[in-house]
């Protein structure tokens, strides 16, 4: 499988997203709702690059099932523990392909009431984009190819590999 991005390339640029995210959050405490499984490796290493006090939450969704193409139909799997209102909210995903999974989420926390509601999103494949939904942070905008690794899967394997790589044989 071809590289795309490397640990140290993934490392470094969210390193660079933890600091502009925690001085544009001065003085306040962001809430991060991680997307559940995929952000998950995104999810830990972001919060630990954001200087500032914080709290954690996952969620999760069903997306794709076991094809690579968008059923465009989005499911609730587990819930957050926790209430969102007043809070300042910084939802975390792993890609925004179609925007389908992101879009369901949006609407179901902003009915929530929190305060601030922003988008980090470690990828970003636009060409393929169905909705339009608005990203506030994106790591990394790719072309229109499959990717694991790094918490990304295809059929639930390869989200341990530490780099992201074009899924292929
Ligand atoms: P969307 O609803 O089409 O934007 O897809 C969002 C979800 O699909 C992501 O959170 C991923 O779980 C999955 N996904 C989309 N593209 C890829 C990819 O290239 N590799 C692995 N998973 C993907
Ligand atoms: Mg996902």
């Given amino acids: 499988m071809k590289l795309l991005l490397s640990f140290d390339q993934i490392q470094g640029r969210i390193v660079e ?13 962001p809430h991060l709702v991680g997307v559940l499984k995929g952000a998950c490796p995104f999810m830990t290493d972001l919060a630990q690059a954001i200087d500032l006090p914080l709290t954690l939450d996952y969620i999760a969704v069903s ?18 523990d926790q209430g969102l209102e007043g809070r300042d909210l910084l939802v975390v995903e792993d890609i925004v392909d179609t925007g389908l999974t992101l ?18 999103a470690l990828l970003s494949k636009p060409a ?9 942070y994106v790591g990394f905008t790719i072309e ?21 790589v074009v899924y292929g044989p």
């Fill in 144 to 164: 229109d190819e499959f990717v694991v690794g790094y918490g990304l899967d295809y059929n639930e394997k390869y989200r341990n590999l530490r780099d992201i």
């Fill in 63 to 80: 997306s794709y099932g076991k094809a690579t193409k968008s059923s465009g139909e989005v499911k609730l799997v587990k819930d957050l």
């Fill in 103 to 120: 879009n369901y989420l949006l609407n179901l926390l902003r009915a929530r009431g929190p305060r601030t509601l922003k988008v980090v």
């Fill in 17 to 29: 997203m933890g600091k502009q995210i925690a001085a544009d959050y001065t003085g306040r405490e």
């Fill in 128 to 136: 393929r984009r169905l909705v339009d939904v608005h990203l506030d």
